[in-house]
């Protein structure tokens, strides 16, 4: 049993259980030089820590990360940078009853993407330096109701990453009403790359969108992943979906920043369907490990709502995919100059209705 490891320039192994005595992962392609320490990538795992409100599972783990490896005199050396996180608040006998999985999730627990988060603070952090990319996430839905994007300022203000402050009283009774009543619900994450330059892909088996959708649903309890417009694309006209540009830049993002797997240098916008958290103290009909009929109730700790607490998840898989993709981009192509004007993310509002050349394209008959 391996695909315990993420990325192919950088690579992410994780290890450990969630009931053993630690969880861990080890990064190695990390470039020399990057400044690291602890404090780097501390605050990330303490926005997906457990037990920090009364919506999501109340183990507590302070989740404190050692780097033991791959940094010396304050900055990465080249060589693998392994990772440390120690259980403290594990409790087998909440699983005693559940006889295929005595020690809870194992290997499979949700708890084994806090080593992916802390990768993904190396990761930011190296991204934020080099090309200016701020990744950066939020809760867009819970359950059924959608949450409109106001300001990345309220995100890190509620316990719900939402990106309106005004909501936050509302998802509160909800969740509270959902937690009575021993239920749980999905909820929808959208994640945004910004600053990502144009190039970074390959057009048919790397293709940056593939990629983020094979680690998206490397998350778990995923069960959807849309890049821009994505299932909207259905019902849109191809003048409604394809991005207009003109030299002051695109007029539209329904791309989602990525075109024949490539990025187009426009916000890689990313969005993730999360399921509802299986383990409710509702009865469930189930077989036992005889093949008998029996029922099922949970009674551990568990978070009603997993999609709460993986907006840091999500953040940190996009921050991995990208960075592998911008270090393989360079091993190709660092010695390529750029032949064709940029053209920039954003066109300014009104702009773009200049004169305009006619070209008439001719789709290559031969796709077929
Ligand atoms: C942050 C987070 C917390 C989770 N907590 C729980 C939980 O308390 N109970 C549960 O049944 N599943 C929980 N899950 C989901 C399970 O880990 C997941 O459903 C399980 O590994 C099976 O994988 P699948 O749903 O992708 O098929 C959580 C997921 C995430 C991302």
């Not at 005693?96 to 990761?123: D, H, N, Q, Y």
């Not at 909501?167 to 999905?186: H, I």
Request: aromatic fraction near 4%; charged fraction near 20%; include cysteine.
């Amino acid at each position: 049993m391996s695909g315990n490891t993420l990325g192919t320039l950088f690579t992410v192994t994780t290890f450990g259980e969630s009931h053993g005595p630690a969880i861990g992962c080890v990064v190695d392609g990390c470039p020399p030089g990057l400044a690291l320490s602890e404090a780097d990538i501390q605050p990330d795992l303490d926005r997906r820590k457990p037990g920090t409100s009364r919506h999501v599972t109340q183990r507590k783990e302070e989740d404190l990360v050692e780097i033991l490896s791959g940094v010396y005199e304050g900055r990465t050396t080249g060589t693998p940078i392994a990772l440390l996180i120690r259980n403290t608040d594990a409790r087998s006998k909440d699983y005693a009853k559940i006889a295929s999985s005595p020690r809870g999730g194992g290997r499979s627990s949700a708890r084994l993407t806090a080593p992916a988060v802390a990768a993904g603070a190396i990761a930011r952090k190296w991204l934020r330096e080099r090309h200016g990319v701020e990744v950066r996430g939020y809760l867009s839905q819970l359950g059924p109701q959608r949450i409109a994007f106001k300001s990345w300022a309220h995100v890190d203000e509620n316990p719900f990453f939402a990106p309106d402050e005004a909501v936050v009283a509302a998802l509160e009774s909800y969740m509270d009403q959902l937690r009575k009543s021993g239920e749980s619900c999905g909820a929808r994450l959208t994640v945004v790359a910004s600053g990502v330059p144009p190039g970074w892909g390959e057009p048919l088996y790397g293709r940056l969108d593939a990629d983020i959708a094979q680690a998206m649903m490397g998350i778990n309890a995923v069960k959807g992943v849309e890049i821009g417009a994505g299932f909207q694309s259905v019902e849109q006209l191809g003048t409604q979906h394809s991005d207009e540009m003109t030299p002051q830049g695109f007029v539209s993002n329904n791309a989602g920043g990525i075109l024949g797997g490539i990025s187009t240098g426009q916000d890689v916008v990313v969005s993730i369907a999360i399921k509802p958290t299986s383990s409710i103290r509702l009865p469930r009909k189930t077989v036992d490990v005889a093949g008998e009929a029996a029922t099922i109730e949970t009674h551990g700790r568990h978070d009603p709502c997993v999609g709460i607490r993986a907006t840091p998840i999500a953040e940190a898989f996009l921050a991995l995919v990208l960075i592998d993709h911008a270090l393989r981009h360079r091993a190709q192509n660092a010695d390529v100059t750029e032949q064709t004007p940029r053209v920039p993310a954003q066109a300014p509002v009104g702009k773009g209705k200049a004169k305009t050349t006619p070209m008439f394209e001719d789709p290559d008959p031969a796709e077929a």
